[in-house]
């Protein structure tokens, strides 16, 4: 709660409108207090006083009643007919949605057909309709705004209860033996209730509007009696005259509802976990570059060359160093791999070589990386994209995710290529039923016509695989794409991807977190360890003879197939988190060999006989006599 | 395709049904008896009983349903009492000049209001997103019947450049140009609330899409940012737009009926609302059912549209 | 002894479509009936490729879903398939992933009390020294007991996850890819803590995943599922050495090791079963290369076959 009103308060806007708002509110409550003329008493002498004249501040309406007193007191009416028609719709409407939500089935089915119902009608008829059965009125007004919005608030608050319903913890709640009136308020309900909350700091500005509405027709607060919609209604008369006395209570609802708005979407921001964390941002169209450091020096290695990149996140006042320093490079016709945990860094560089990395936070702070010997950090957008898919080219992890799912594979294929070059429909069919068959899909000439979701995944991945091909590029990156695939499918997608580096001379760098994989397919691998190498060479002396010790544990701690059944050997602790690393070496805390020297200054990669390692205490001698 | 739309066609019949139900029964809930309301409070008892009779108010609720029913199926939607017409005529003639006004209004605020959130998306914390930010908070924010009367007092009485209120001018032709000058002003003001709600959506509908790992492969093989932003991220978002817009439309159907008032538009709202404080109870019944209806059947349009967007949806 | 765990019959029919009138009109088999049996104190693997029924199948273990047929014996007593809460404090299920599998609005103390309230309606003094034995047995401090599950990564959310499961005492838990979501460092530190737990309480699991090498480093036994039947159960250290079943080679054939020359081992025009339309013989016949016309038109039974239990007409040697 002190967190919600600390975001809250830091949201400059919705500070303001909380002040405003409470400025109104106040004066309502006080009005009574106040000495202020009767509201509702007329003189007919005294009518459309100007505002600023002796003994009305704000004037006086065609009845000669005193404007500011009308004001405030129809201000006092108006806020309470909104929340109360909020709260109604806000309570019955979310018992309506949970109840729905959570049973499900039919329950749900006949409760939603109900809503639909009423959603079927323009709100404002069936507000009509409400009115015109039961007389106009302020409190039938409420009545019909409350009862046109509870189909909103249903709707809403069920879609909402249906996806915590089929959350995991609400099933073991049911296994902890709950009831489902007990797993309705404990697990569903205190999720629920910042939704509800959304929803009504969001609707009673609305609310405040509708009512106001129904008694500018006349259907709401019957004279003498007036709240702001009414005051409205009554000065339309002598709008030409008079503007003033329409100009009062117009823009005193304005102000009210700007007020609920703003405060409303704060609200909605300071509660909304997504929204929290800043992660509600679009990326840029490349990635943010900020190098302050000298660029170094071409060394002329390979066709990719990655030169002491740095890439971090900025979220708030934190600095997540995401890949720190980090050297790669390939040549064409090699497959190098990069290997390691999540966070550690090995998806931050592979997209940052195209400056794919999300934009807000990430910044390329540092580094190099260059193509065929020119740098692409800080290259301008144009030149990027000219080179994407082009040049470089990417494969994803989740092949559903990664295509869009409005388009059918086959114009995906040949936007690939249309990016780059102008080529004519026909040209453009004939090319993509082209490289469908080059990644082995059977039946091309039908299957381009298919949307992503009409696919088997191992059938999108080779979609994907062939959108990379699309333009004959040198480098291929791919990002785990073998992850969420089926071990069967893995297979033949890595024997596809091996079989194409070997056809058509390409570059791949391959990122993975399985040893296995890294073992069939690359020939050189790199080991990722919180955001730096910590182990590079040739694949098969570093998994015959791994030097640091990561490394061998990781190796280690991975069970492989045909050992049978045995105890693991885990590495205790965890990753550290990047935004706050320790000096020294990342992995010393939880390493068996780690010495006070390990902790104590930044360790170098140390490159003897085409292997590199950074480690004071390398677990092959050969390696110690070289340092 | 053509089956889908006659499955939600078929589908709309019970939803149709169900609209006629809610209306009549909160007709009946009415207090006192619509008799009295037509002969006036000095009636003598003799003559309320008999047009009790002649109106057929004196029998079972549900047999006077099937009746009410029966007879709208055959386009028989009684006489308005205060009009002494057609409930029907009066409603096809007041509903054409309110299609006229909520649908210039519709599209106006469908274009604005989508363009205006891509802008405000793609140039997130910009200068555009923000004075478009505000200038939604506002449009949200204000009263639309003030509005209106805003508008008339500087455009109309201080500028001079519209006409104060009416569809048509009083003097003169029915043509094209003048039905313009007199919708220019009542149809923007309609629009401003709906455009405001649209572009809010589109904006985090936008953001939302943006994020997506689908736009990150599109601009790694390659393709323009315009390309990114107005064709794979618009298209996207449009699946969470489209239903918006269906809504909206209500919306702009029912803000229709305090427009209709500020400006004197000759609409069904205006009609309404009339018959409402005239008791004029077969008139508001006759309306209600043939307004909700036309609007279900733009729903339908509106799932189609959807359908023909969404390929995942099933047809 | 009987078995701490005998299903009969088991399946789990969806309907995936219906008529105007609410009638069923198209269904698909999730889980075909299958029959197991899990002694005491075994871990038995269950492992097969994505929408093999394999989390159908673990659901209905607990009672979160109704089986359409068959029947569970726990200890010899059959559960009534139809109340979930009736199979709390007999067996527990331990999800895939760990966070949110913990509701993000309580603590970790309110998590933890659940079972040992509603289940045993234990008092508070008791229920506090039930948790404090628990935590210390999955190496948690009691310290975390106020926290709230955010502010905990994905290995210890699944000891969390875990200490819950024990809280109801059950002697059989559930494993439905427990360590999946985790990285690999922190995989063999839960591995690890499943099995000390195993032996200290002489518990009974029942480990799913479709990671093979993990299946068989954890089971005693393992269960291969295709198409939701069971087609083949085997020793742990044997099935994957010498797999009896086409398919169980296949996936031995796939998992990519260090050593072995990256090869596909099946055509490229492999064509999996739609479940709307299920194939007539074994669902495995048109990706398998000793398929005959028996196979086509008839579903294998699962029989022993020196000693494993394949279902496949022309089992390998």
Redesign the interface.
Known sequence: MIAFLRLLSRNRLALAGGIVMLCVVLLALIAPLLPLADPDVTNTAHRFKTPFTEGALLGTDHLGRDLLARLLWGTRLSLMVGFAAAMIAATIGAAIGIIAGYFGGRTDNLIMRGVDMLMAFPYILLALAIVAALGPGLFNALIAVATVNIPFFARNIRGVTVGIAHREFVDAARLSGMSDARIILTEILPNVVPVIVIAMSTTIGWMILETAGLSFLGLGSQPPQADLGSMLGEARSALITNPYTSVVPGVMILIIVMAINLLGDGVRDALDPRLKSGALSRPMAATLVNRTGPVPEPKGNGLLEVQDLETQFHVKNRVYKAIDGVSLHVKPGECLGIIGESGSGKSVTALSVMGLVASPPGVITGGAVRYDGTDLIGAPYKHLREMRGKNVAYIFQDPLATLHPLYKVGDQLIEAIRSHYSISSAEGRKKAIDLLRAVRIPNPEKRISDYPHEMSGGMRQRVGIAMALANDPDIIIADEPTTALDVTVQAQILALLDDLRKTRGLAIVFITHDFGVVAQLCDRVAVMYAGRIVEEGPTKAILDAPMHPYTARLMACVPELGEGKRRLEAIPGLPPVVDNLPTGCAFAERCHKSQTACRGSDIALVFDTGRAVRCLFPDNPNAEAAQ | MAGYILKRLLSAIPVLFGITVIVFLIMALIPGDPATAILGAYATPENVAKLNRDLGLDKPLAQQYFIWLGNILIGDFGTSFALNRPVLDEVLERFNATLILAGTAFVLCSIFGIVAGVVSAANQYGLGDKAITFVVLLGISIPSFFLGMMMILFFAVNLRMFPVSGMWPIYGARDLSALISHLTLPALALAVVATGVIARLTRSAMLEVLRQDYIRTARAKGVPERGVIWRHALKAAMVAIIPVLGIQAGFVLSGAVYIEIVFQWPGVGRMLVDAILKRDILLVQGGVVFVAACYVIFNIAVDVAQSMLDPRIKT | MTAALELTDLSKTFPVSRNLLGRTTASVKAVHPVSLEVSRGETLGIVG??GCGKSTLA?ML???LEPTTGTIKIQGDALDTSD??K???RI??V???PI???????TIRQIME??LK??HRMPRAQRNARIADIFTSVNLREEFLDRYPHEF?G?QAQRI?VA?ALA?DAKILILDEPVSAL???????V??LL?DLKAQLGLTYLFIS?D???V?????RVAVLYFGSVVEIGE??DV??APRHPYTK?????????????????S???E?PDPLNPPQGCAFAARCPLASDLCRSTVPRLDENGGVLVACHHPLD
């Open positions: 490729e994505s659901r607990v009672g979160l979930a809460a199979f709390g404090k527990q299920y999800f895939q992933d949110s599998s913990l509701n993000p609005r309580k659940a079972p509603q289940l990564s290995g996850a819950r109801a990285d690999v460092s922190v995989q063999a530190q591995l690890n099995a479709h093979l090498a993990v068989e480093a954890v089971s005693d742990a250290s994957f050495r296949l996936l031995a054939d796939s998992a990519p090791v260090v050593g072995r020359k990256l090869a596909a081992p099946e490229w025009e492999t999996l």
